[in-house]
């Protein structure tokens, strides 16, 4: 059995290893700023990764003296790079040529964990000096959640002897009874706290046996695929059968005793592994 459990182990640092090693590209993630829809607020939760604003509208330069900054929490950057372009255009209703100018601009950032960035373009009339603020704000999406899942848990019971008494040439003696539980089965309801921006890697999990009789306590690591199915092994707290302590193996009594008076229950630690699914939506999609 203790062969048995290294395997498991090293199933799973195998899978965490491959995983690591799958990462895709860190291409940028185009975000448009359209100030033309004149949406003066917005805001937006995003994973992490490399992203690359694009900023675009149409404003009279001879009316407006657009200004705009662009930080990150705990970091403030420079200024968001602009330019202003100057650009021609016929109108069929008048022959002369009428300037306009484009307001434009590109920024990369990084969303990381706990990161929030934010745009700030403002467009001050110069006739009557009102003023519209273009406000952006992307915040990072929550990275770790606790997932709950059902399924069916296995625990391997090191000290498994349970006895009976049996009739012998030498009268009725305290004998281990030949049926001791190697793998005992447990409904099992785990919480997995877990990484929503991997959808295979490993996490940390408790939970508890859902055994009507008996309660089970679960604690260790577990890997996930899509965050739905879930491997876990661990230590579990529970309860089993032994000797009672007034009595020992090969005894000699007077009367048969019953396996109910003859063995114990008492809590103790012993390894198990689980297999649980998520039940409240398609285990095979992931959050994200």
């Not at 059995?1 to 498991?8: E, K, P």
């Not at 040439?169 to 309801?189: F, N, W, Y």
Request: proline content about 2%; overall charge neutral.
């Amino acid at each position: 059995m203790r062969t048995f459990n290294l395997v498991i182990l090293f199933l799973l640092f195998f899978f965490y290893s491959f995983s690591n090693t799958a990462k895709g590209g860190n291409e940028n993630t185009i975000l448009k700023v359209d100030l033309s829809q004149n949406v003066l607020t917005e805001e937006q939760t995003l994973p992490k990764g490399n992203y690359e604003l694009k900023i675009f509208s149409n404003f009279n330069c001879n009316e407006y003296i657009i200004t705009s900054s662009f930080k990150i929490t705990n970091q403030v950057n420079e200024p968001l790079d602009t330019s202003l372009l100057n650009q021609t255009s016929n109108d069929s209703k008048d022959i002369s040529i009428k300037k306009s100018c484009i307001y434009s601009g590109t920024k990369k950032f990084e969303i990381k964990k706990r990161t929030v960035a934010e745009l700030v373009i403002t467009a001050k009339k110069i006739t009557d000096g009102t003023t519209k603020v273009y406000t952006r704000k992307y915040e990072s999406i929550i990275s770790n959640k606790w997932i709950t899942s059902i399924g069916i848990s296995a625990i391997s019971l090191l000290n498994s002897d349970t006895y009976k008494t049996q009739v012998t040439e030498d009268g009725i003696k305290i004998v281990r009874d030949g049926s001791q539980t190697i793998l005992q089965p447990i409904p099992m309801l785990q919480f997995s706290y877990i990484n929503l921006e991997k959808d295979v890697c490993l996490g940390y999990m408790g939970g508890i046996g859902i055994d009507i009789d008996e309660l089970s306590v679960f604690a260790g690591g577990t890997f996930y695929v899509g965050h739905n199915l879930f491997l876990s092994a661990g230590l579990a707290f529970h309860q089993q059968l032994r000797l009672e302590n007034q009595y020992t193996e090969n005894d000699i009594v007077s009367a048969e005793i019953s396996a109910a008076d003859l063995n114990e229950k008492y809590y103790r630690i012993n390894p198990f592994v689980s297999l649980t699914f998520r039940m409240d939506k398609n285990i095979f999609k992931n959050d994200n």
